[in-house]
């Protein structure tokens, strides 16, 4: 069975940082595409990064050039670093995972998921 726990989120001021974390078990990470969501309040969930098993990488618009995803295949580990961090980066991430290779630069074949972890910013 897939488990999925995030860590790293918490409260911060525009501009400063933080690095999500998630940790998996009975899951590999190398092997498949992966990637991190958030829900902000009142809106969808929307994909915010993801990985694909050779170390492909997309973005969604608002953050590119200030959150970087990555993965640490012999800790089995994701991260989301997120830099340069705004107010309308506030939101509950989720990482999430998927049985593919490639996503192909897509956010709906995930169906493996954590819990989430707040992130807030300040103004």
């Known amino acids: 069975q897939v488990q999925l726990v995030e860590s790293g989120g918490g409260s911060v001021q525009a501009g400063g940082s933080l690095r999500l974390s998630c940790a998996a078990s009975g899951y590999t990470y190398s092997r498949y595409c992966m990637g991190w969501f958030r829900r902000a309040p009142g809106k969808e969930r929307e994909g915010v990064a993801l990985i694909d098993s050779d170390g492909s990488t997309r973005y969604t618009d608002p953050v590119k050039g200030r959150f970087t995803i990555s993965k640490d295949n012999a800790k089995n580990t994701l991260y989301l670093q997120m830099n340069s961090l705004k107010p309308e980066d506030t939101a509950m991430y989720y990482c999430?995972?998927?049985?593919?290779?490639?996503?192909?630069?897509?956010?709906?074949?995930?169906?493996?998921w954590g819990q989430g972890t707040q992130v807030t910013v300040s103004s």
């Open positions: 999430a995972a998927t049985a593919l290779l490639h996503c192909g630069g897509s956010w709906q074949f995930f169906n493996y």
